[in-house]
């Protein structure tokens, strides 16, 4: 026997062993899964405790208390939360939010329709500002102090500065008030072409790149410095590399788990955090969506957004963690 | 003239209706030719309406929550994406309030005022083809007064006992006489639908003279002009937009740019600022919304009458309509009635701001210490600001307010109905018999100040199902004065709807009704080139 015997009572410290990369990714996922149950805990848990219910709200000053007392009949309102949570959380791994309360659609198809349109901007933002973002480091730090860095740095500095409703609206005002170049509001719907709906979000994805774009620039330009002040950077210098190509080849490969964690930071935020943009626009995205149900307290609606925004971050997370991972491989062996 | 000519006039100038109608209806009213054909040229000098275009709205108030179900219309986006498709049996008169005929043609009281028949027009066509027939008006009814009915318009329709077809007319039996039962029919939830709407609520089928062409809740609807309309003084453009917009600032931008043709919900802050875009009009219209300080008179210190009046002399109203308002609404006389109402009772003086006489009720209540007021932006725009002006008006008269700022996030669940003195805000409703039965009748649930009076309740019962108009305004006045002199409410203004639209919009019709036209905008108004 070749096998020695405490490999099968431990086989996850064997397969830690065997393929280190795959046992640290599998780690990643199961965590994240655990998180994301504890989140679902959370997200119901504190919508049980907001004050005000949805019959009454829903209904407003036009309420009788017959009407409050046949919605909460109908919504099964009355039985004991851990049975509606349990119930709820079953349905949400099979990917069935059940239904608006208010207005009795599949939460599902809407999410389907809303999610992709938040994904749609979030994407074409993150297509135009990671990029960008990323030249635009390894530029200010290839002209470090000297004129182009101070410019870039000013203006990227400032567009963060400015909340990102007081972009859109200067957006607005120049671009489709003053000089009527620009679709305004920005609404899409089913039956738009391609071309029509990428006119459409023009400018929210210009607002949302100047707000993503510092972040993201910023910390490319410190993680890559941080990697020049290194030996290896010096001996390339030193060797003859050019400028421009010791900093490609060289210090942005040694400095991308950083980067790579900054940018799914933003890109997590493209898709969660631009409820502001998204109603400033008019734009019919997840944030847009979560407002209105948060209103009137729908709270189908409210739990599967949560849900999803909560899925998002942690999916990003894990994904910038793994990536960092392969990256860098001293990561895969920890002290 | 009167009203009814009146309406028919005003319809004329806002384009609503060809000369061979107007004649006709006007010599129906009992109208000469000869008067009648001057009317009408006078008023259509004034305005042609034109067809065709693509009209667009901005409007706040859409939410991915809102439902196509006419029952459970609640958002301004639905009160008016509804107007465009569907028809009630009964409008109300944009000028004077009154009810006019709409799907009904006409209609008989008792001389109880109980019983009521409602003939219903003939040959009118829903968008499917189908002829309406007395069967779906019964059964649209009778899905909006069912007891397990979600629907917005069950409190209005409480007292019908009965819904029959007799013949080719509506008969209703009410549980106590109504002098008002066709107004309540003028609701917006009760769209009639086909069947009642029963098998299917939210196919938005009806006799409007827009079809729904596509829909998404919160976002967009779009409507093509129903080429089979029963009426020709309406649906002037060839296509509608309705479009969700909920932040006043992308209202703005989107009107002043030119992309929408009208907005609602301007606010009082911007509007003078909006003025100045050259293509824009504001459009204000009274309205019976009003803003109230609520007190209740059945807890201290508030059940002490002089204490109450104190609070009243003390409050400055023309300061808080320039301020709180911009100066787009009306002052208010501490009842919540005013003139837009059909039966106004007139004549009632106008209370002012008197800190000597605030002061002389202070002292003869014998009341000391501060009093605390309870606000939040929630309770009406403006709220928090409209609070800290009336604690200033009322230290000149040596009262002293502590005015305590409510989290918005369930202020109507705790604050609002539950506190003794809080700021909150009240929509109109179609007559002054469901405003005062809604918030003033002693059993009501919303009776929010707390205002018990035996005397107030029989004679709100009494006129409820008076015929006789002068008499019924007598006891409208009556019931006016006891609110007023000795009901909980401090009413200081009525605010106006305020709209806005591109100059292209014409035949705007100032309704006393509701916002937006009482909804109908779209359906009224007409494009310019």
């Not at chain 2, 069912?146 to 409480?158: F, I, M, R, T």
Request: hydrophobic share 45%; net charge neutral.
């Amino acid at each position: 026997m070749t096998n020695p015997a405490p490999s099968n009572i431990l086989p996850g410290l064997r397969l830690r062993q065997r393929f280190p990369l795959l046992a640290l990714i599998l780690e990643r996922f199961v965590l994240s899964i655990i998180l994301l149950f504890a989140v679902s805990i959370l997200i119901f848990g504190g919508l049980e405790a907001l004050p005000g219910d949805f019959a009454t709200t829903y209904l407003g000053q036009s309420a009788t208390p017959q009407a409050v007392a046949n919605i909460r009949q109908d919504l099964g309102l009355n039985r004991p939360v851990t049975t509606r949570y349990v119930e709820w959380l079953g349905n949400a791994v099979q990917g069935d939010f059940g239904t608006s309360w208010a207005s009795k659609n599949s939460v599902s198809e809407q999410i389907g329709k809303r999610l992709g349109n938040s994904l749609f901007l979030a994407g074409f933002a993150a297509v135009i500002s990671v990029p960008l973002a990323v030249g635009l480091g390894m530029l200010s730090v290839h002209f470090r102090n000297r004129m182009p860095d101070k410019i870039i740095n000013v203006i990227s500095l400032a567009a963060i500065s400015l909340p990102e409703f007081f972009i859109g609206y200067l957006l607005i005002l120049f671009f489709a008030v003053k000089l009527g170049m620009a679709t305004f509001p920005a609404t899409v719907y089913d039956s738009m072409g391609f071309v029509e709906r990428l006119k459409a979000i023009a400018l929210p994805t210009a607002t949302l790149v100047l707000v993503v774009l510092a972040h993201m620039m910023r910390m490319t330009r410190a993680a890559i410095l941080s990697v020049m002040s290194s030996a290896y950077m010096e001996t390339a210098e030193l060797k003859g590399l050019g400028a421009l190509r010791s900093i490609v080849k060289h210090a942005a490969p040694n400095a991308l788990a950083p980067i790579i964690n900054v940018v799914a930071l933003n890109l997590a935020y493209l898709v969660v955090g631009v409820v502001v943009v998204e109603v400033v626009f008019v734009y019919p995205g997840m944030g847009q969506y979560m407002v209105d149900a948060v209103t009137v307290r729908d709270m189908p609606v409210v739990q599967a957004c949560g849900l999803i925004f909560a899925a998002v971050y942690i999916f990003l997370n894990m994904i910038a963690d793994i990536l960092a991972i392969v990256a860098n491989p001293r990561l895969r062996h920890p002290r | 003239m009167n009203d009814y000519t009146k309406y028919l006039a005003s319809r004329v100038t806002a384009g609503g209706l060809s000369r061979r109608e107007f004649m006709g209806r006007a010599m129906a009213a009992g109208i000469t030719l000869a008067v009648a054909d001057k009317l009408f040229t006078e008023r259509a000098e004034a305005a042609e309406p034109k067809r065709g275009g693509h009209l667009k709205l901005g409007l706040e108030g859409g939410a991915a929550t809102d439902s196509k179900d006419p029952a459970k219309f609640l958002s301004q986006f639905m009160f008016c994406v509804g107007r465009c498709w569907g028809d009630m049996l009964v409008e109300s008169d944009p000028l004077t309030g009154a009810a006019v005929p709409a799907l009904a043609e006409s209609w008989e009281p008792s001389k109880d005022a109980v019983t009521w028949t409602f003939k219903i027009r003939k040959g009118v066509k829903f968008h499917d083809g189908k002829e309406l027939t007395i069967d779906d008006v019964v059964a649209t009814l009778k899905r909006h007064t069912d007891k397990k009915s979600e629907s917005g318009a069950l409190g209005v329709l409480g007292s019908i006992k009965e819904i029959k077809a007799d013949g080719g007319n509506l008969v209703l039996t009410l549980s106590e006489g109504n002098a008002d039962m066709p107004l309540l029919l003028s609701d917006y939830h009760l769209v009639i639908q086909p069947n009642g709407g029963v098998e299917d609520p939210l196919a938005s089928i009806g006799t409007g003279p827009y079809k729904l062409t596509s829909f998404e809740a919160g976002v967009r609807a779009t409507f093509e002009k129903n080429k089979d309309d029963w009426r020709s003084d309406r649906g002037y453009v060839d296509s509608i937009e309705v479009i969700g917009m909920n932040d006043a600032t992308a209202r703005i931008a989107a009107l002043s740019s030119g992309q929408v043709h009208y907005i609602n919900r301007v606010d009082p802050k911007t509007v003078n600022l909006l003025k100045r875009a050259p293509n824009v009009e504001i459009l204000s219209t009274a309205g019976r919304g009003h803003y109230v300080f609520i007190m209740h008179c059945d807890k201290a210190p508030f059940d002490n009458n002089d204490l109450r009046l104190a609070l009243k002399y003390a409050m400055d109203r023309e300061t808080m309509v320039q301020k709180i308002l911009g100066g787009y609404g009306k002052v208010g006389n501490d009842f919540p009635i005013n003139s837009t109402y059909a039966l106004f009772p007139e004549g009632i003086e106008q209370r002012v701001y008197d800190p000597d006489k605030a002061a002389f009720h202070y002292k003869k209540s014998g009341h000391s210490g501060s009093v605390l007021l309870r606000t939040s932006e929630v309770a009406f725009p403006g709220g928090v600001d409209a609070a800290v002006l009336y604690q200033e008006s009322c230290k000149k008269a040596g009262i002293e307010i502590e005015v305590k700022r409510e989290p918005g996030d369930g202020y109507w669940t705790n604050v609002w109905n539950v506190q003794p003195f809080s700021t909150s805000y009240w929509g109109g409703r179609p007559t002054q018999d469901q405003m005062y039965s809604t918030a003033y009748l002693s059993t009501a649930d919303w009776n929010d100040t707390k205002f018990k009076r035996p005397d107030f309740d029989k004679l709100l019962l009494q006129a409820r199902s008076e015929l006789d108009e002068a008499k019924r305004k007598d006891m409208y006045r009556a019931m006016a004065m006891m609110v007023r002199d000795e009901g909980g409410v401090i009413l200081p203004m009525f605010n106006d709807f305020v709209n806005a639209s591109t100059k292209q919009v014409k035949g705007y019709v100032h309704d006393i009704g509701n916002d937006m036209s009482n909804g109908y905008v779209a359906t009224r108004v007409w494009l310019d080139a």
